[in-house]
């Protein structure tokens, strides 16, 4: 045991050594761009200086570009010091990575019976180099935060298991964690539609529910700014930047650089149209399989694709996708095992790489592909993420017999209570094929349940900014700006917004 440990702790010392000199050489330092946004907004809102859409960051034409109701839950950086605000941001942000990781990972853990706390730090320390995620931390954005809200309010609440029973308490919840995060910054609202057509009808109405109760009440508490926001900010699209620009790896970015001068809307409908169809037909795939991960994970893709703007940070969203294709590449045989590892692999180096950047401004030859390189990765990912009868979630300690376990010691599926399943048949090649109906055999002739694809789990007064602080005309403000990146260097200062 004690060498076992040695080993694992060895490991994890080189991996992050590794990570580190990586993220040292090519992470961009953003200084934490976003977050002083949110807090030299919030400051300057909250001590009486103007409206939050009248605040641009000193020597920036950047301001606060989320509803009002977003405003009031950062309420608390008026009273935070800079530092500590950081810090929050930080390890708010790694929390829920780490809770997200576990939820997807932990049926793999179990089939193999890997040692969870070292499964978990070698994940985080690959998940520290994603360009996405680092990138959320280095702007301090809070989209780590909003993938969290959908995650566990799908995977805790609205999916099937015995603490989210049709009759349970916490099942009249479902919703309220899609529709907080949707009223805190509008993409997540997609997944309003996926309740809709996966038919969790009361999930459905909780969550536009909570979007509605939520945004009236910030219309009550700051009636100017939710007028000055839903009459004229939500549409201001001057301060969004270039919807050319590189960092925009969305449809419509995608249409954008094919003409920047004049970008064709008929284009960008046509392929929001496409990449629509190819969702709903894997959706409705993925729900004849029941194979509700398969379609949180793709709804993520969907947002990502069909958003106006998707800058790099925001593609944390495709975290969920990428999750779910490494457990079923781990869990899959033979081939199958082989192809989907190696996709896995590739998309992550990928998405990892910064290759984007290099053809900021380049848009013809190859930069007409590869500047779009990230929006293939969200069409592969749409395209070919493998789905499986395998994919409910279940309670807690059902992650299934361990794989030396004989076949004919498992229950049988009459046996098991909804969300008591095994997580044996994850790995089996047939259930992760295409025409797979929802009762097929999981292993050997006999019908089996279907297994799990996630486990159960259980989120001084201070001066206003000190540098001086310029005032917008009009107060209109557009969707979230471009990001602006910051000298690079080997140490972020805490610098006072």
Same mark, same amino acid.
């Given at each position: 045991?004690?060498r076992?440990?040695?080993?694992?702790v060895?490991?994890?010392?080189?991996?992050?050594?590794?990570a580190?000199?990586?993220?040292?050489?090519?992470?961009?330092?953003?200084?934490?761009?976003?977050?002083?946004?949110?807090?030299?907004?919030t400051?300057?809102?909250?001590?009486?200086?103007?409206?939050?859409y009248?605040?641009?960051?000193?020597?920036?034409?950047?301001?606060?570009?989320?509803?009002?109701?977003?405003?009031?839950?950062?309420?608390?950086?008026?009273?935070?010091?800079?530092?500590?605000?950081?810090?929050?941001?930080?390890?708010?942000?790694?929390?829920?990575?780490?809770l997200?990781?576990?939820?997807?990972?932990?049926?793999?853990?179990?089939?193999?019976?890997?040692?969870?706390?070292?499964?978990?730090?070698?994940?985080?320390?690959?998940?520290?180099?994603?360009?996405?995620?680092?990138?959320?931390?280095?702007?301090?954005?809070?989209?780590?935060?909003?993938?969290?809200?959908?995650v566990?309010?799908?995977?805790?609440?609205?999916?099937?298991?015995?603490?989210?029973?049709?009759n349970?308490?916490?099942?009249?919840w479902?919703?309220?964690?899609?529709g907080?995060?949707?009223?805190?910054?509008? /993409?997540?609202g997609?997944?309003?539609?996926? %309740? *809709?057509? @996966?038919?969790?009808?009361?999930? $459905?109405?909780?969550?536009? !529910? &909570?979007?509605?109760?939520?945004?009236?009440?910030?219309?009550i508490?700051?009636?100017?700014?939710?007028?000055?926001?839903?009459?004229?900010?939500?549409?201001d699209?001057?301060?969004?930047?270039?919807?050319?620009?590189i960092?925009?790896?969305?449809?419509?970015?995608?249409?954008?650089?094919?003409?920047?001068?004049?970008?064709?809307?008929?284009?960008?409908?046509?392929?929001?149209i496409?990449?629509?169809?190819?969702?709903?037909?894997?959706?409705?795939?993925?729900?004849?399989?029941?194979?509700?991960?398969?379609?949180?994970?793709?709804?993520?893709?969907?947002?990502?694709?069909?958003?106006p703007? /998707?800058w790099?940070?925001?593609?944390?969203? %495709? *975290?969920? @996708?990428?999750?779910?294709?490494? $457990?079923?590449?781990?869990? !899959? &045989?033979g081939?199958?095992?082989?192809?989907?590892?190696?996709?896995?692999?590739?998309?992550?180096?990928?998405?990892?790489?910064?290759?984007?950047?290099?053809?900021?401004?380049?848009?013809?030859?190859?930069?007409?592909?590869?500047?779009?390189?990230?929006?293939?990765?969200?069409?592969?990912?749409?395209?070919?993420?493998?789905?499986?009868?395998?994919?409910?979630?279940?309670?807690?300690?059902?992650?299934?017999?361990?794989?030396?376990?004989?076949?004919?010691?498992?229950?049988?599926?009459?046996a098991?209570?909804?969300?008591?399943?095994?997580?044996?048949?994850?790995?089996?090649?047939?259930?992760?094929?295409?025409?797979?109906?929802?009762?097929? %055999?999981?292993?050997?002739?006999?019908?089996?349940?279907?297994?799990?694809?996630? !486990?159960?789990?259980?989120?001084?007064?201070?001066?206003?900014?000190d540098?001086?602080?310029?005032?917008?005309?009009?107060?209109?403000v557009?969707?979230?700006?471009?990001?602006?990146?910051?000298?690079?260097?080997?140490?972020v200062r805490?610098?006072?917004p």
């Open positions: 045991m004690g076992t440990v040695a080993r694992q060895t490991i994890l010392v080189v991996l992050a050594a590794a580190f000199a990586f993220l040292a050489a090519f992470a961009t330092r953003h200084g934490f761009f976003d977050l002083k946004v949110y807090y030299g907004a400051n300057y809102w909250a001590h009486g200086h103007g409206e939050i009248d605040y641009l960051k000193p020597l920036s034409k950047y301001g606060y570009t989320y509803p009002p109701f977003a405003a009031l839950t950062m309420l608390p950086m008026a009273i935070l010091p800079w530092t500590v605000t950081i810090i929050v941001s930080v390890a708010a942000t790694v929390l829920v990575t780490l997200i990781i576990y939820w997807f990972l932990r049926p793999v853990i179990a089939r193999f019976n890997w040692t969870p706390w070292f499964t978990l730090a070698v994940a985080a320390i690959l998940a520290a180099v994603f360009e996405p995620l680092r990138e959320t931390v280095n702007f301090g954005q809070v989209n780590m935060l909003l993938v969290f809200l959908v566990a309010d799908l995977i805790l609440l609205v999916y099937d298991r015995p603490s989210a029973a049709p349970s308490p916490a099942r009249r479902g919703g309220v964690g899609i907080l995060a949707t009223a805190i910054k509008l /993409t997540p997609v997944f309003i539609l996926y %309740l *809709l057509l @996966a038919r969790k009808w009361r999930a $459905a109405v909780v969550s536009i !529910a &909570t979007t509605g109760a939520a945004t009236l009440v910030a219309a508490v700051a009636p100017h700014a939710s007028l000055i926001f839903w009459s004229s900010a939500v549409f699209t001057d301060r969004v930047g270039s919807l050319s620009y960092s925009n790896q969305s449809l419509e970015g995608v249409a954008a650089r094919i003409n920047p001068d004049q970008p064709s809307n008929v284009v960008w409908g046509l392929m929001i496409a990449v629509l169809v190819v969702w709903v037909w894997q959706l409705r795939r993925s729900l004849r399989l029941g194979d509700e991960l398969a379609g949180l994970a793709l709804t993520g893709v969907l947002g990502c694709l069909v958003s703007v /998707t790099v940070h925001h593609l944390v969203w %495709l *975290l969920p @996708a990428m999750l779910l294709l490494t $457990a079923r590449g781990l869990t !899959a &045989t081939r199958r095992r082989t192809r989907l590892l190696l996709l896995d692999l590739g998309l992550y180096v990928l998405l990892s790489s910064k290759l984007v950047w290099r053809f900021d401004n380049h848009f013809t030859g190859w930069g007409a592909i590869l500047s779009d390189s990230y929006v293939i990765a969200s069409v592969v990912l749409l395209v070919c993420l493998p789905l499986s009868a395998a994919g409910r979630p279940a309670a807690s300690g059902d992650a299934g017999p361990a794989p030396s376990e004989p076949a004919s010691s498992r229950p049988s599926s009459d098991l209570a909804p969300g008591h399943l095994t997580s044996d048949a994850l790995a089996s090649d047939d259930l992760a094929q295409e025409d797979l109906a929802p009762d097929r %055999l999981a292993s050997g002739g006999s019908r089996s349940a279907r297994a799990v694809g996630v !486990a159960d789990l259980g989120q001084f007064d201070r001066a206003a900014v540098a001086p602080d310029r005032v917008a005309g009009g107060g209109a557009g969707p979230e700006a471009e990001p602006r990146v910051e000298p690079a260097g080997g140490v805490f610098q006072h």
